[in-house]
């Protein structure tokens, strides 16, 4: 019912940034996407969340990204972005997309980021 569809990721050193880019496509127009938030996974940890955003602007951030990352959205493109500064090796995963509507979450396919030292 929705496909998402992340780009953005790449290789970048400590301290730059990168911006992740999400476009949602709904199969069926009359579902409403409520809440799009970004997650992450790095290898053998659980996947964890990092950020939402809700259809009327309201947003929240995981306390080990709070003023470097910032969510925002484009409600007439159903499209989340996260602009990730500062970056710490420690950011390094694969980063998801995922937005809840009233019948389901739905998960994008991933978009690796990785930060050296």
């Known amino acids: 019912q929705v496909q998402l569809v992340e780009s953005g990721g790449g290789l970048v050193q400590a301290g730059g940034s990168l911006r992740l880019s999400c476009a949602a496509s709904r199969t069926i127009s009359s579902i409403s996407i409520n809440v799009m938030s970004w997650y992450h996974q790095a290898p053998g940890k659980p996947r964890e969340w990092v950020a939402s955003?809700?259809?009327?602007?309201?947003?929240d951030y995981a306390d080990s990204v709070k003023g470097r990352f910032t969510i925002s959205g484009d409600n007439a493109k159903n499209s989340v972005y996260l602009q990730m500064n500062s970056l710490k090796p420690e950011d390094t995963a694969v980063y998801y997309c995922a937005c809840t509507t009233a019948v389901g979450r739905y998960w994008g396919q991933g978009t690796q980021v990785t930060v050296s030292s």
């Open positions: 955003i809700t259809s009327g602007g309201s947003t």
